[in-house]
């Protein structure tokens, strides 16, 4: 009895070499699934954040629009306006925690926002049509909020209640 419990030198080394690779399986398996949660908090804090200045644009533009209708109103003159400061977007962001496509949409509503601001002063300096920048605003303000909506939605965040604040966008 007592020869049965003394292990062989191929036991003791196929147990070590078992226990060795369960352990590194293990590992790899935990920092799997640890990058996995990483990623999707980021993601969501990435979608949070830029979705919540865009969403500040759009508000931006929208209150911009009521004003100059207001103003309308009661001069029965337009009201020459631009477009509001773009969106910062933060630079300590991963963007590569979302899809290529959607960062490159994100990220080129900038440029988007630059070229709907060059057709508005063109055409208010030279066509002389002084509601081009409220085209514009409408434009670039219903665009960001779009965006925000995909971002909400890439990270699951319920839609805050802008309907009325929003209404000139749409």
């Known amino acids: ?11 003791i ?3 070590v070499l078992g226990t060795g690779v369960l352990s590194g399986l293990t590992s790899v398996v935990v920092e799997f699934f640890r990058g996995l949660f990483r990623r999707k908090r980021s ?8 979705a919540t200045a865009l969403e ?3 508000i931006s533009c929208a ?8 103003h309308y109103g009661q001069t029965q003159t337009p009201l020459i306006i631009s477009l509001p400061d773009a969106p910062v977007y933060p630079d300590d962001l991963d963007w590569h925690a979302i899809n290529p ?25 030279f066509e002389g049509d002084l509601f081009g920048g409220h085209e514009a605003v409408k434009t670039t303000g219903k665009r960001a ?11 699951n965040l319920q839609a805050p209640d802008f309907d009325n604040v ?5």
Request: proline letters at 1%.
């Open 101 to 125: 496509e959607i960062a490159y949409l994100v990220m080129s509503f900038l440029n988007e926002r630059e070229a709907q601001a060059a057709s508005a002063r063109h055409a208010d300096h």
């Open 1 to 11: 009895m007592a020869d049965e419990a003394i292990w062989t030198t191929k036991e």
């Open 56 to 58: 500040s644009y759009a």
């Open 13 to 15: 080394v196929a147990t």
């Open 63 to 70: 209150e911009l629009l009521e004003a100059a209708d207001a």
């Open 166 to 170: 929003l209404k000139p966008l749409f």
């Open 43 to 50: 993601r969501t804090y990435l979608c949070m954040r830029i």
């Open 145 to 155: 909020y779009e965006l925000a909506t995909v971002l909400r939605g890439i990270a």
